[in-house]
């Protein structure tokens, strides 16, 4: 059964309706895969959304149905939530150091501990997950790491950078 883990800004185009989100909801609604997403994604959706409807100059009205539809999601369990742990803290803070600071790149948190939540699930699952982006920082410093690639096939869900394959 193949396992899939969002990062929020992968996630959040099932909702926004962009032209990735076909693609995101095939995943999610294949039976056969066990989609995960990371505690924190609960926190961040509502500030992706709200982006969305900012730049798209879109009301509460949109904003409502876009969050009905994720938190329907999470409630019907196609997205099943893992909760973070003092492990993942600690290893999210080895990401920022190595990503942000010795390989100058401008990571935020939230990533490094969404990254280090998935990481975790293939962990305990004793398998390789599915891990998906539409971050191009994150996923090119994960693509670098050795612990990551052991455990994840990163898939950049955006169209790729030149020269550069979408999927490690």
Excluded at 141 to 161: G, S
């Amino acid at each position: 059964m193949p396992i899939c883990f969002f990062d929020t800004c992968a996630l959040k185009h099932r909702y926004i309706g962009s032209p990735q989100g076909p693609r995101i909801s095939r995943l999610i609604g294949r039976r056969s895969n066990r989609c995960h997403i990371a505690d924190l994604t609960v926190l961040e959706m509502p500030c992706a959304l709200g982006g969305h409807c900012r730049d798209k100059k879109l009301g509460v009205s949109a904003y409502d149905l876009m969050d009905h539809r994720f938190l329907a999601d999470i409630a019907h369990q196609r997205l099943l939530v893992r909760q973070t742990s003092k492990l993942n803290v600690l290893r999210a803070r080895n990401l920022l150091r190595l990503g942000g600071v010795i390989r100058r790149r401008n990571m935020g948190s939230g990533d490094a501990l969404i990254a280090s939540c998935g990481l975790d699930l293939a962990h305990d699952l004793k398998e390789r997950i599915s891990f998906y982006t539409a971050d191009w920082t994150l996923y090119t410093t994960l693509r670098d790491i050795n612990a990551f690639t052991a455990a994840m096939t990163l898939h950049y869900i955006l169209p790729p950078k030149a020269g550069i394959p979408a999927t490690t």
